[in-house]
């Protein structure tokens, strides 16, 4: 069952704009994380926030975390071609199991 | 670096084939996972393992088994593949429950 929805499903954005995308889940989580997948390969690991955490950074990145809305943010500052990809969040709640939602697909235009 | 490897990029099988796909870390990591991914409906959990021979159903395990017979390794078999098991399918590992590790991916083609 997928826990996590992102919108947009679609963002089309310049090269140097910000990016943003979001989440929402419907039961209690222990943390959020958001993954990136470049076309036809594996999902690569890009922040986990825990539930008691309301914002993180990790370079271009940050993430906001509303636990009372169950909604999470990704923020992608000066957004360049290689952020191209689908952008995924994920909540591992009380089952022992991340679930994901059905992606943002992000196109970064030169 | 941490590296998780599946045993195919690209697999064709026709119907009713018996279909392993494999997937290896070394990682030492406890926690293994197959998922399944198709357009419009990200990834779906089929089956996952928390340590050396034990496995839970995930959310789609109907059609599939798997096997962890060793730490690094965790096999996905499709007894009887069908059309409708083509897709991506994507191993990853873990430690604990938090980031996940993913291999590069399986597209399996059931004609």
């Known amino acids: 069952s997928q826990q996590g929805e992102e919108d947009p499903q679609a963002l089309s954005i310049q090269e140097g704009e910000n990016a943003t995308m979001n989440c929402s889940y419907k039961t209690s989580i222990n943390n959020l994380q958001w993954y990136r997948q470049n076309s036809g390969r594996g999902l690569v690991h890009l922040i986990l926030?825990?539930?008691?955490?309301r914002e993180k950074h990790s370079g271009r990145l940050r993430v906001t975390l509303d636990t009372s809305k169950k909604s999470s943010s990704l923020l992608i500052t000066a957004s360049r071609a290689a952020d191209t990809a689908s952008y995924f969040c994920?909540?591992?709640?009380?089952?022992?199991?991340?679930?994901f939602g059905s992606g943002t697909q992000l196109t970064v235009l030169p | 670096d941490v590296k998780v490897t599946q045993s195919s990029r690209y697999l064709v099988k026709r119907t009713g084939e018996k279909v392993f796909l494999e997937c290896v870390q070394d990682?030492?990591?406890?926690?293994m996972f197959w998922y399944r991914q198709d357009p419009g409906l990200g990834l779906r959990l089929i089956y996952f393992?928390?340590?050396?021979?034990?496995?839970e159903k995930g959310d789609i395990p109907e059609g599939y088994s798997v096997s962890r017979e060793k730490k690094e390794r965790f096999s996905l078999i499709l007894e009887s593949a069908s059309t409708n098991q083509t897709s991506m399918y994507l191993c990853?590992?873990?430690?604990?429950?938090?980031?996940?590790?993913f291999g590069p991916g399986t597209r399996l083609l059931v004609l």
């Open positions: 994920a909540t591992y709640g009380s089952a022992r199991q991340l679930t």
């Open positions: 990682m030492d990591h406890e926690n």
């Open positions: 926030i825990r539930s008691n955490e």
């Open positions: 393992s928390y340590d050396v021979k034990m496995k």
């Open positions: 990853a590992s873990s430690s604990e429950w938090k980031t996940q590790y």
